[in-house]
C-alpha cells in the first residue's frame, strides 16, 4: 500500500513541477482533472484525493458532497457546531458562534477543501465556480492589508493551515488549466504574503505543536514557489524549525511534551506526512528530523489500547490511529510491533515488553501477555501516570491510571471536554476526574512525582510509583497485573496529620452500579458483569458513589470536545494520618465471581493475597516505591488462605 502511494505522490510532483512556480505556465497545457475516486457520491468516510508537490498533509485533500453542496448554498459546515449559513458576499470578519476555533476553521479556509474535493470527485463545474468565488472574495479582502488581528486572518496557526489550503487549491487548478489569470495573480501575492508571514520569527510557535504546522507550510510555500524572492532562504528556515521542535517537542523517551496520547498522534502523524512528502518530492530533511521521528514509534506503540483507540489521558479526544494504515505502512513494513498493535493482532508480533516505563514523561505501560485462542482486543492493559505536569495539556493526575480489559476501557481518564476556563475546564483538568487517591478534597500541587519498579513475572506485571503533592503527605501508589482479569491495587498515604483520602475509580459511560457492602459491582448496559471492585476489610473506609454532580463536579466523562455525559464514579474514603488501601479490581469471567482481598502495608513494606475464581496469589513488595524495591508474587498460593464471602 505504501509503495503504491509513494508513486502516485511523485507522478503527480512531476505533472506539478512545471507549473507551480508563479509566472510560468506551459504552452501545452490542458485540462488535466485529478483521476474520479471511486465512490463519489458517498460522503460516508471522506476519501482523499493524490497528493503532489502542493499537498503535505491528507486533510487539504479531504471532502464530503454533503459538506461541498452545503456551500454552494452559503452553509459552512465545522465540526464541533451547527452548520451556519454565512452571506453570499462574505465581509471576512464573520463570527457566528463567537469562538476561536470556529474562527481558527473559518479563516484557515479548511471548509472549502470540499469543494476541491467535490470538483475533482464529480468533475462538476459548479463546485469549481463556488471555489473561485470563494477564493476571489478571500484574495480581493486580503489584497486591502487590513489591521493586524490575530483572532482571525493573522492567527498563526490559521495562517499556516490557510497557506495549505491556497498553495493547493493554486497547484491544482493550473495545472488543470482552471485558473483565471486574475485569481492566478492574487493568489499568488496571497501566498507570498503568508511566507512572509510565517517567515516572522513572531509568528512561530516554538517548542509548542502550532509550530509543526507553521513551520511545514513555510516549507510547502517555498518549495512550490521558487521564484518567490524569499524562497531561498524559507526552504531551509523552514526544515531548520522542523528539526527544532521536533527536539523540543519530543521528550528523550519519544512521548510528546504534552503527555496525551492524541498530541503524541497528532506530531506523529503530521512529521510522517511531511517526510513522505519530501521524500517523494526530493526535498532534503536533517537527518535529526528523522530520528526524532522513528524516537516517537515505541510510545505509538505501546500507548494504543487493543481496540485500536488511544487512552483520554491528559487532553485527548477520541481517536483511533490504527485507521489510517496507508501512512504507517512503512513503519509497519520494519517494526512487526508497531504492525501488530496498528493491524489490531493481525498481522506482525506482540509488543515483546509487557511492562515498559517511558522515563522522561513518567508513563507506565502495562499489558497482558499473549494467551492462544484469545483475540488481541480482549486482552488487558494499564496505563498509569508517574511523571509531573510539563505543559497546559497536561492535568493534574499523578499516580492516576486508565485500565482496558474484556473489550472496553473499564476505568477511563474522564476526558478533555473543553479548553475553556471555567469550572468545567477545573474539572476535566483537575485531580477528581482520574482514578487517584485525591488528598482533602483537593487538586494536586506542585512536587516531586517519580516512578519506582517497573517489571514482569511469567503472568504478572508490576508498577509503582510515589508522589509529594499535597504538603506533608507522601502517597505511594503499587499495581499488579495478575493475567487478564485481575488487578491488585496498593495505595499507601503517609502524614503527621490527619487528612481526607479518597480513592477515586471513573467507571466506562453507559454503565451500572450496585454497592454491596465495599464491593462495587459494574455492569454493562445490557446487565452483564463487567468489573467488579473489591475493598480489602478496613473499619474506616466509608463508600461514596457520584453520577453526573454538579456542586462539585464529579460524574462526567467527555470523549468528544465539548460533548459530556454523566458516568458513575465510585470513592473509597478515610480519614487519617497514615493509612492505605488494598484494593482488587476483577474483569472478564472474574467479574461474576466470588473474590476476596487481605492485606496491609507497613512503613514501605505491603503484603496481599487475592483470592478469585481460579486464581490465587501473594504478593510481597519491600521498599514500595523506594530505591532497592522488591516485588514477589507467588501465584500458586495455597487454596486454604481464601475464604470467599466471609
Known amino acids: 500500500m505504501q509503495s503504491h502511494r509513494v508513486v502516485v505522490l511523485l507522478v503527480v510532483g512531476v505533472l506539478t513541477a512545471g507549473c507551480a512556480i508563479r509566472g510560468t505556465q506551459s504552452a501545452q497545457s490542458r485540462h488535466v482533472p485529478l483521476p474520479p475516486l471511486a465512490t463519489a457520491a458517498s460522503s460516508a468516510s471522506p476519501m482523499t484525493l ?84 470563494v477564493l476571489r472574495s478571500f484574495t480581493a479582502y486580503d489584497a486591502t492589508n487590513p489591521p493586524r488581528d490575530r483572532t482571525r486572518l493573522d492567527y498563526k496557526h490559521g ?45 512561530f510557535d516554538a517548542g509548542y505543536n502550532h509550530g509543526f504546522t507553521e513551520a511545514s507550510a513555510l516549507l510547502l510555500v517555498a518549495a512550490n514557489f521558487p521564484a518567490f524572492p524569499e524562497s531561498a532562504t524559507w526552504q531551509p528556515l523552514a526544515t531548520s524549525r522542523l528539526t527544532e521542535l521536533m527536539q523540543t517537542t519530543v521528550g528523550a523517551d519519544g512521548v510528546e511534551i504534552e503527555r496525551s496520547p492524541f498530541y503524541h498522534f497528532y506530531v506523529f502523524d503530521f512529521a510522517l506526512q511531511v517526510e513522505n512528502w519530501a521524500t517523494a518530492n526530493g526535498v532534503a530533511l536533517p537527518a535529526a528530523f528523522t530520528q526524532q521521528v522513528q524516537r516517537m514509534v515505541p510510545y505509538a506503540t505501546d ?49 515483546s515488553d509487557p511492562a515498559v516505563l517511558f522515563s522522561t514523561s513518567g508513563q507506565i505501560v502495562l499489558r497482558s501477555r499473549p494467551q492462544n485462542g484469545v483475540p488481541y482486543a480482549d486482552s488487558s492493559q494499564l496505563v498509569m501516570n508517574a511523571g509531573k505536569p510539563s505543559t497546559d495539556h497536561a492535568h493534574l493526575d499523578a499516580l492516576a491510571f486508565a485500565y482496558y480489559s474484556g473489550g472496553t476501557v473499564v476505568l477511563p481518564d474522564s476526558g ?97 452500579l450496585t454497592i454491596d457492602g465495599t464491593t462495587a459491582h459494574v455492569s454493562t448496559a445490557h446487565d452483564v458483569p463487567a468489573m467488579q471492585i473489591v475493598q480489602a476489610k478496613t473499619p474506616s473506609v466509608r463508600v461514596k458513589t457520584y453520577y453526573g454532580n454538579t456542586n462539585p463536579m464529579q460524574g462526567w466523562y467527555s470523549d468528544q470536545y465539548g460533548k459530556v455525559q454523566k458516568n458513575h464514579v465510585i470513592g473509597y474514603a478515610q480519614n487519617a494520618s497514615t493509612t492505605y488501601f488494598v484494593t482488587l479490581i476483577a474483569t472478564g469471567d472474574d467479574a461474576a465471581q466470588p473474590a476476596t482481598i487481605s492485606g496491609k502495608v507497613v512503613g514501605s513494606d505491603a503484603q496481599a493475597t487475592v483470592c478469585a475464581a481460579d486464581t490465587t496469589a501473594s504478593v510481597s513488595i519491600s521498599g514500595m516505591a523506594s530505591a532497592g524495591e522488591q516485588v514477589k508474587v507467588d501465584e500458586h498460593a495455597a487454596k486454604g488462605e481464601c475464604s470467599y464471602g466471609s
Open 303 to 351: 500507548i494504543v489500547w487493543p481496540n485500536g483507540q488511544v487512552p483520554l489521558i491528559g487532553s485527548s479526544v477520541r481517536l483511533k490511529p490504527a485507521g489510517f494504515a496507508s501512512l504507517y505502512a512503512g513503519i509497519a513494513k520494519t517494526d512487526p510491533h508497531f504492525q501488530y498493535v496498528a493491524s489490531g493482532g493481525a498481522a506482525g508480533s506482540p509488543p
Open 416 to 512: 478533555l471536554d473543553t479548553y475553556a476556563p471555567g469550572t468545567t475546564f477545573d474539572y476535566f483538568h483537575g485531580t477528581s476526574a482520574h482514578n487517584t487517591v485525591m488528598i482533602d478534597g483537593a487538586n494536586q500541587g506542585a512536587g516531586p512525582v517519580s516512578a519506582g519498579l517497573v517489571t514482569s513475572g511469567s503472568g504478572w506485571q508490576y508498577a509503582s510509583a510515589s508522589a509529594a503533592l499535597t504538603k506533608g503527605v507522601t502517597q505511594k501508589r503499587s499495581v499488579v497485573m495478575l493475567g487478564r482479569n485481575l488487578v491488585l491495587v496498593i495505595d499507601s498515604l503517609t502524614s503527621t496529620a490527619s487528612h481526607d483520602y479518597q480513592q477515586l475509580w471513573h467507571v466506562f459511560p453507559g454503565a451500572g
Open 159 to 203: 495562517a499556516a493551515f490557510r497557506a495549505m489550503v491556497l498553495v493547493d487549491d493554486y497547484v491544482k487548478l493550473r495545472r488543470s488549466n482552471v485558473l483565471p489569470p486574475d485569481l492566478d495573480a492574487a493568489m499568488s501575492k496571497s501566498i507570498e504574503k503568508l511566507g512572509d508571514f510565517l517567515a516572522d520569527p513572531v509568528n
Open 50 to 133: 493524490p497528493n503532489g508537490r502542493e499537498s503535505m498533509y491528507d486533510l487539504v485533500n479531504q471532502g464530503t458532497l454533503e459538506a461541498a453542496n452545503d456551500l454552494l448554498n452559503n452553509v459552512w459546515d465545522i465540526s464541533r457546531y451547527k452548520p451556519a449559513t454565512l452571506p453570499a458576499a462574505l465581509t471576512w470578519k464573520e463570527d457566528p458562534y463567537h469562538d476561536n476555533y470556529w474562527r481558527f476553521q473559518f479563516y484557515s479556509l479548511r471548509p472549502t477543501s470540499n469543494l476541491l474535493w467535490a470538483y475533482y470527485t464529480t468533475h462538476q463545474q459548479k463546485y469549481l465556480d463556488k471555489l473561485i468565488s
